[in-house]
Every structure is written in structure tokens, then in C-alpha cells.
T-cell receptor
Framework: RKEVEQDPGPFNVPEGATVAFNCTYS??????FFWYRQDCRKEPKLLMS???SGNEDGRFTAQLNRASQYISLLIRDSKLSDSATYLCVASNSGNTPLVFGKGTRLSVIA | GAVVSQHPSRVICKSGTSVKIECRSL??????MFWYRQFPKQSLMLMATSNEGSKATYEQGVEKDKFLINHASLTLSTLTVTSAHPEDSSFYICSAALAGYGNEQFFGPGTRLTVL
């Protein structure tokens, strides 16, 4: 079983749509969680950290459910520029490597 | 924000040659850097953890004699792919963690290796 599993995608949505991505992690010792965005043939870039209380950054909302070991990302009012692969990431605390999900591809269509 | 550079960004080489990839933290010191590899349509897979002044820690299935890692200073880690073969063709990405930033890691731009 993979440590971090995500919706396989791809998600093809029209501009302005709301889209949600789900992710589960298997390591209960994971302490830190993130969503990264990766554009084609580029390195991943941090989109947002995920906190237990849930957090919002503009059109993006992230949720964490530790009991269910579940993470989500909600994107409202999708823009063409949101088209990318979204990576769910878990990590133990401290200077430890990140564990990436396979990623979910999003295509926002005009 | 913290900046990590990688060099070269792209390399094409013949089978059997060795390729060195450099990863530098430009505006901070990184005692630990990580090397990942990403095959097409796959997730990033950790290859090894590079610690300044000590031997790297390799993930299971990654040959330490084939993927040589040197972390000689707090701002530079190198990955050398020795005797590269076509199956080593991949996107190699390094990252560095910045203390006090909530375990956030900063990624280099990646190196695309193509072995003919």
C-alpha cells in the first residue's frame, strides 16, 4: 500500500467551477502535511500547508482529518492558470523527507 | 523565500558515462538535502537523504555505488550517476529543508537526464 494515495484524476473542469481533491496517508506518525503544485516538466512548488483546524488561502481551502488520516484540497472559482498536477504530501516532523502522492492532474477549460 | 538551484537543467549523455548534478542552497545553509527522482507520470520518489559532512542515507532499492552523493558543504550537495544507462533517464530533483519553516522544503528546478 502506498503511503500517500490520491484521487487518480484527471479532473477536467470549466472555468469558475469548484473542484475537490482527496488524499489519504497511511503513516499515523505523520506530523506535517502539504499540498504542492507541479507544472509540466517543472519542480514542485508549495501551494499551502495543511493544518488540523483547516486553513484557507484565497480560493484554496485545505482540510486535515487526523482520525481518518485524510486530507483534502478545495479550489473555488477555478482559473485556467490552476491547470497543473496537485501533489499531496506528508512528512514526519523535523528534518525528514517528504512523502509524495502520485498527484492529481487538473485541467481547467475555457 | 529560500532559493535552491540545480545544475545542469538538462543533460543528454551516452550510455556508460557518468553525470554529476549539483544542488545549491543560494541564500541559506542546509545541513540536510534530499534527492528525488521522478519518472513520467509517476510521483516523486525519494532516492537518498544527504547530510553535510557524513554519508548519505539511501532508500531501499537505490544503489549507493551507482548514485554517489557528496554533501561537502552546507550549501552544496552533488549527485553523480555513474555508468548511466537508458533506464536512468529521469527527472532528478533536489530539495533542502529550512529550519524554522515548519518542515517546508524548497526544491531545485530539477535536472532532466536523458541517457541514449
Amino acid at each position: 500500500r502506498k503511503e500517500v494515495e490520491q484521487d487518480p484524476g484527471p479532473f477536467n473542469v470549466p472555468e469558475g467551477a469548484t473542484v475537490a481533491f482527496n488524499c489519504t496517508y497511511s503513516n499515523s506518525a505523520s506530523q506535517s502535511f502539504f499540498w504542492y503544485r507541479q507544472d509540466c516538466r517543472k519542480e514542485p512548488k508549495l501551494l499551502m500547508s495543511v493544518y488540523s483546524s483547516g486553513n484557507e488561502d484565497g480560493r484554496f481551502t485545505a482540510q486535515l482529518n487526523r482520525a481518518s488520516q485524510y486530507i483534502s484540497l478545495l479550489i473555488r472559482d477555478s482559473k485556467l492558470s490552476d491547470s497543473a498536477t496537485y501533489l499531496c504530501v506528508a512528512s514526519n516532523s523535523g528534518n525528514t523527507p517528504l512523502v509524495f502522492g502520485k498527484g492529481t492532474r487538473l485541467s481547467v477549460i475555457a | 523565500g529560500a532559493v535552491v538551484s540545480q545544475h545542469p537543467s538538462r543533460v543528454i549523455c551516452k550510455s556508460g558515462t557518468s553525470v554529476k548534478i549539483e544542488c545549491r542552497s543560494l541564500d541559506f545553509q542546509a545541513t540536510t538535502m534530499f534527492w528525488y527522482r521522478q519518472f513520467p507520470k509517476q510521483s516523486l520518489m525519494l532516492m537518498a537523504t544527504s547530510n553535510e559532512g557524513s554519508k548519505a542515507t539511501y532508500e531501499q532499492g537505490v544503489e549507493k555505488d551507482k548514485f554517489l552523493i557528496n554533501h561537502a558543504s552546507l550549501t552544496l550537495s552533488t549527485l553523480t550517476v555513474t555508468s548511466a544507462h537508458p533506464e536512468d533517464s529521469s527527472f532528478y530533483i533536489c530539495s533542502a529543508a529550512l529550519a524554522g519553516y515548519g518542515n517546508e522544503q524548497f526544491f531545485g528546478p530539477g535536472t532532466r537526464l536523458t541517457v541514449l
